[in-house]
């Protein structure tokens, strides 16, 4: 059973950075796209960024290009989400996801961890 267990979250001023992490365990990174989504109170979850494990393929949304970086190391098996010009827009729960390309093995979402912005 895939497990993600993301960290690093916490309360900073705007301007600031933090880095997320993405413990992934239980089964084989590899054949996964990785991905960190967020989602603000009142509002849906929506895509940050996405890292191909396999050949580091990356995606941005738009509103996090040029500040928010993703990355993976292969020998902790975790992903990261640097970010860094941090807006109070950018308060939200931040979520892990593994996704299978094509849906040939099930999905998993981790639990959370809370990013908060002050102006």
């Known amino acids: 059973q895939v497990q993600l267990v993301e960290s690093g979250g916490g309360l900073v001023q705007a301007g600031a950075s933090l880095r997320l992490s993405c413990a992934f365990s239980g089964g084989d990174a590899s054949t996964y796209i990785m991905a960190w989504f967020r989602q603000a109170p009142g509002k849906e979850r929506e895509f940050v960024a996405g890292i191909r494990w396999r050949d580091d393929m990356i995606n941005y949304a738009d509103f996090v290009k040029g500040r928010f970086t993703i990355s993976k190391d292969n020998v902790k098996n975790a992903i990261y989400l640097q970010m860094n010009s941090l807006k109070p827009e950018d308060t939200a729960v931040y979520y892990c996801?593994?996704?299978?390309?094509?849906?040939?093995?099930?999905?998993?979402w981790g639990n959370g961890t809370q990013v908060t912005v002050s102006s």
């Open positions: 996801r593994a996704e299978s390309p094509g849906g040939v093995l099930p999905n998993y």
